[in-house]
């Protein structure tokens, strides 16, 4: 009933950027949250940043200052501008979305993930 479907990832320099961008379809009435989370190998699921409807974000202390969360609501995408990446930024970047479908039903939905690798 959700489909997620994320872009972006890719190889790039330390100090360089990317941008992640997650598309939602399906049956959705609305988007009330839309979070990236990453995994390294070895490392737990961690949030990087969230977009809660109403305008309000959040950020890992670790993201701040240099990835930006953002949203088309009328597309149903969210964006995450990855800038000054880090090798330590290295991951598997998920995009998370949680919201209500027409009919009512609430949903929470993983995207694939896309692979975010930073040489040095």
């Known amino acids: 009933q959700v489909q997620l479907v994320e872009s972006g990832g890719g190889l790039v320099q330390a100090g360089g950027s990317l941008r992640l961008s997650c598309a939602a379809s399906?049956?959705?009435?609305?988007?009330?949250?839309m979070g990236w989370y990453r995994q390294a190998p070895g490392k737990q699921r961690e949030l990087v940043a969230v977009?809660?409807?109403?305008?309000?974000?959040n950020y890992a202390d670790s993201a701040k200052g240099r990835f930006t969360i953002s949203r088309d609501n009328a597309k149903n995408t969210g964006y995450l501008q990855m800038s000054s990446l880090k090798v330590e930024d290295t991951a598997v970047y998920y995009c998370?979305?949680?919201?209500?479908?027409?009919?009512?039903?609430?949903?929470?939905?993983w995207g694939q993930g896309t692979q975010v690798t930073v040489s040095s």
């Open positions: 977009s809660i409807s109403g305008g309000s974000t």
């Open positions: 998370n979305v949680q919201g209500r479908l027409y009919g009512g039903t609430l949903y929470n939905h």
């Open positions: 399906g049956s959705i009435l609305s988007i009330n949250t």
